[in-house]
């Protein structure tokens, strides 16, 4: 079974401020596949990156980077220089390698990030 | 803008009542799949489809059903609606056929259960 865990429910910081988000993923399979998604307050979820299993290398997009590391089954996702348009609630989120159904997303349970002006 | 769209966007329904939710998308898409938001959970796999009257169960199928009689639909009912079933349900489609390929997802359904 897979389980993906973001300890993090709610984070609150100030603008210019850089935060990271927390998320440790839990599968048996040696292929699997980890996304972040962003929910803004108006309700959609917009995919932010995938990371394949075999493919450790850090990502950096603008201000977002991504650090993912096996050793710690951890995928952890920084927002340097916050801004208010950043507060939404972020999911980390894992897929199976094995097509176990439909190959789904198994979700956390999302943290929400307040960015203060 | 992967042309996924849901209705009804919102619905307030009573304990016993069916309801029927649709997904619809204009790209030819052969995964799609149904999700329920709820606080503390994340989203959870309803039920997903791998093509026309193909269909199968995930973690929280319990009182849901599912029927995709056309590519571009995927229906999603409940037979008779319970109050735990209020929730924020989204649909979302799987771009080609390999495994990695990102989902995308509607704009979700507010299911109210009175």
């Known amino acids: 079974a897979q389980k993906v865990t973001q300890a993090q429910t709610e984070i609150s910081v100030v603008e210019k401020e850089d935060v990271t988000l927390d998320c440790v993923y839990e599968t048996r399979d040696t292929t699997y596949y980890l996304f972040w998604y962003k929910q803004p307050p108006s309700g959609e979820l917009v995919f932010l990156i995938r990371?394949?299993?075999?493919?450790?290398q850090n990502e950096i997009s603008g201000r977002y980077s991504w650090n993912f590391q096996k050793s710690t089954s951890s995928f952890n996702f920084t927002i340097t220089a916050s801004q208010v348009v950043d507060s939404a609630v972020y999911f980390c989120a894992l897929s199976p390698g094995g097509g176990e159904y439909g190959n789904k997303l198994v979700f956390g349970a999302g943290t929400i990030l307040r960015v203060k002006s | 803008d992967a042309g996924i769209t849901q209705s009804p966007r919102h619905k307030v329904t009573e304990t016993g009542t069916p309801v029927t939710l649709r997904c619809h998308q204009t790209?030819?898409?052969?995964?799609m799949y149904w999700y329920r938001q709820d606080p503390g959970h994340g989203l959870r796999l309803i039920h997903y489809s791998y093509g026309v009257k193909d269909t199968d169960k995930g973690e929280v199928s319990d009182g849901y059903s599912v029927s995709r009689s056309k590519t571009e639909d995927f229906l999603l009912t409940l037979e008779s609606a319970t109050s735990s079933q209020t929730s924020v349900y989204f649909c979302?489609?799987?771009?080609?056929?390999?495994?990695?390929?990102?989902?995308?997802f509607g704009p979700g359904t507010r299911l109210t259960v009175l």
């Open positions: 979302a489609i799987r771009e080609g056929l390999a495994p990695y390929n990102e989902q995308f």
């Open positions: 790209e030819n898409h052969r995964y």
């Open positions: 990371r394949n299993s075999f493919d450790e």
